[in-house]
């Protein structure tokens, strides 16, 4: 999944998941939630769209996100389709392009202001609206990430922490979140010291077996 | 393959369709056309290419566009891939790169000669030419659009008239084209009334339920 | 569908390819190297890394390129998927974003200093590393190139000539280099002129039949 400008940007969006399940417009079994979708926003939340496979539509656009960004989101991962990209830019929600290149060290770099960005994330654009072709039915349910290559399933539950950037989105359960933090931690000493290590021109196989015991 | 980076500009193509279908080039037995396909553009056509599906080389590139461009074409859209890039980048033809970010309203854009530029859509690159893959058969017949989630089949008709922009490529039959306008023009403000009450925090539901009746 | 803006770099890389194939992490009977696979990168080679399908993981980073900078790597094509892309551009190794819109003439270019520039080709990306999914095995040994639409089979050989652009990646088998430099230069020619024709308001069938005899 891709941010609607290039990988260009080295912002970041974090937060916790309200996610929003997607149904065939036709599909007339599937719950009907009570309010419109993007109304039930919390602040600080990462909203997480899951559209179903098979659609050309987009199902997030402009005036979704004006709504989401009043209501304090911190940013949208759209497992589909994504429009309105110039407007997006304009609101200054999506795409906060950088100074070429870059000039700080990016694995220095901390979740400061800068850093952290409202952004979009999609799978791809179009210019269709959702309208007859899909709605939301679930809210803060769990929703399933799935894609051809990615062989283990995935899902995210509400809640869940979101972590994106131009690499792609991260999803972290609340409940592994303090182990994951302490792993990132030693893992990111361990990288600076082999980054180190080959800037000074020791080989991969023994940096690593050094560092990486 | 591609190194990472997408859709920059917020500009436009539009003008009506001259269409091109091309077939398997080991086909003997599909129409061959009396002139080079590139040499019936026609002034401020928008050309469309339909290259058939699963060919890994590009059906155009900066030698065409050098002609359409004499010819006066507004645009080109390939279903189906294009090569020459920096070329085309040197030509002006299909990026005019837009300053970031772009500081004017999205929505009060209208069709000024800063918005709307000619260039080039694809839905691939390659480094291959055409020789012995592909070749030009129909020249202004109707050509079919596919892709795996377009799930509604889409024909393009010569004169429909083609709209292209970062979010996608949208067609639009003659017939429905003053129809068309009518709902666009109707809806753009119904959009704009939204946007200024979802700005001012008014719920999407109530917002929707009141603007859109 | 979308418009040729993403790869906004019109540099290059070329150079002799050193293979590296990839196989599953839980394979066990397939080779394993007896030397950490960047640590084989030869000065002025260009790395081809062949991940096997289907795999969500990347098999290139920010490490591994900053090792195979300091062995004097020209250039990384990554038939797979590549992370750390901030760090990357950090580095100034994959991505020298040129001045738009670019001034020279592209038909001109010769392998100028400020044309060949390291950089990294890869067919996705992911936050994922690949322990746990993917290995290396054979170290400058064939591997296949595999896409969809690439109809006929394509296998890369140790030190065959890799050149790669925004456009896409084309493999030259040594053995055919010097008829193919031949062919180019021909070719070259011969589109210079056409590019003149065209320019001039000639038609292209008339150009082509005179020029391509």
Known sequence: M???????CTTKIFGPAYTVQMVDAADTTSPKPSQHFV??????????ISQPEGFYSACWGGLMTTRAKYLGARGVVVDGNVRDLGEHREMGFPVRLCPFPCSSKCRK????DDVVHKQVFAKGTSALGSNTFTRASGL???VQFTSETQKRPLT???????????????VVPVEHAEKCLKICEERFEIDEKTMEALENGEPMGETLARLRK
């Open 39 to 48: 109304d039930g926003v919390q602040k600080d939340a990462v909203v997480f």
């Open 156 to 170: 995210i539950n509400p809640g869940d922490l979101i972590l994106a950037d131009q690499d792609g989105v991260v």
């Open 140 to 142: 803060n349910v769990p």
């Open 2 to 8: 891709y941010s609607p400008t290039p990988q260009l």
């Open 109 to 112: 770099r901390k979740f400061t």
